[in-house]
């Protein structure tokens, strides 16, 4: 059923399960790291995952890696060496390979920023979320205003010449001027790539059990707003739902997965997909650090596999590639899907009729109406 021209890109998430306190608001697979950090186990164990992994992906180079978590700055410079030390024999990587590690602001000092550089890493995502005392209280981050404008000068100054900041804004008691001005000091900054998350509160936290008072949907759709036109006047294209970057530096990795690429996971509750010639395979890892230390290595670190339907593999496409703001060529969907455009055809067609979609004979790409409404926008293609 499906037919492949050829296989998709590869890339490398490795998931670093471990934070100095949750956040009550974050679902991640990240776990209080209770006395230290079982470095050096990890870092085998993860390289010994990588061993059972690469049976699947003899000979293909890989794209990207991301180092993401958790908290990856807890690790220390010489972890991350040797783990990258550990990738770099085992697989072939690209030579211009965007190398993105994670870090938490009340977690690094310049020394640290400069070991990961020697390390092999070229690219930092830093966890600002707000530059407001008052709201980073009421988020638990274990850090201040001050830590996070530290972070991002520690990241120049140790030669990262690209550098991401996460911010968050619909935070409690947030008005649309304090979210703007969260923004303007991240810009200030310096960065090469902006994510602007929507705080969303998810079961399983802390925030769920008992919600914060969060602005209203109206105030937020405003922030939003005007989130966009500060950043664009800014020289910050948006790109996806919540990534905006300077011509150029759109993240690689994470545009991998709206292009529905191919990725391996390692490490506690990574998930990975695969394409072979006869389809495509979703794939986790055990989710509990403990677990996953002791079975790494073995078939039975395997949390879970699918083999994905052709529907699944449509719905899927069509999840990630149509977050993305200029949409997609539609030679894209048969290339990574290995189905024909006519699977979509009448949901394309739909989307069109109610003006969610822009479809001509080489793009689909969301209208403004649709990239507002993008939930009931995918729901046609599921
Ligand atoms: C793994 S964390 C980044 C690194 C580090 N753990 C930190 O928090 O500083 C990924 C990012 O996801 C975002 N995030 C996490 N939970 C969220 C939520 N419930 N709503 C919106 N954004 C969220 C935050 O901006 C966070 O920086
Ligand atoms: S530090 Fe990051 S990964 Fe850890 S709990 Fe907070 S938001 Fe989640």
Known sequence: MFHFTALPPLALYIHLPWCVRKCPYCDFNSHEARGDIPQDKYIEALLRDLEWDRPRVEGRPIQSIFLGGGTPSLFSPEAVARL???????????????????????TVELERFRGFRQAG??????????????????????????????????????????????????????????????????????????????????????????PPKLPDDDTIWEMQQAIQDLLAESGFRQ??????????YECRHNLNYWTFGDYLGIGAGAHGKLTDPGGITRLWKLKRPDDY?????????????????????????????LRLKEGFSKSLFPERTGLPV??????????????????????VRPTALGYRYLNDLIGLFL
Request: charge should be negative.
């Open 293 to 321: 230390l002791a079975k790494a290595g073995a078939r039975a670190a395997i949390g879970g596999e699918q083999r994905l339907t052709g529907r699944d593999a449509a719905a899927e496409f069509m999840l990630n590639a």
């Open 84 to 106: 990258l030390a550990g990738v770099w024999t085992r697989l072939p990587v690209a030579q211009d390979a965007e190398v993105t590690l994670e870090a938490n602001p009340g």
């Open 121 to 210: 890493i070229n690219r930092l995502s830093i966890g600002i979320q707000s530059f407001e005392p008052e709201k980073l209280r009421a988020l638990g981050r274990i850090h201040g205003p001050e830590e996070a404008l530290r972070a991002a000068q520690a990241a120049r100054a140790a030669g990262f010449e690209n550098f991401n900041l996460d911010l968050m804004f619909g935070l409690p008691g947030q008005t649309v001027e304090q979210a703007l001005a969260d923004v303007r000091t991240a810009i200030e900054l310096g960065p090469t790539h902006l994510s602007a998350y929507q705080l969303t509160v998810e079961p399983n936290t802390l925030f769920h059990a008992r």
């Open 239 to 248: 790109y996806e739902v919540s990534a905006y970057a300077r011509p150029g």
């Open 342 to 363: 006519a699977e979509i055809q009448s949901a394309l067609g739909l989307a069109e009729s109610r003006a969610l979609l822009d479809v001509d004979a080489l793009t």
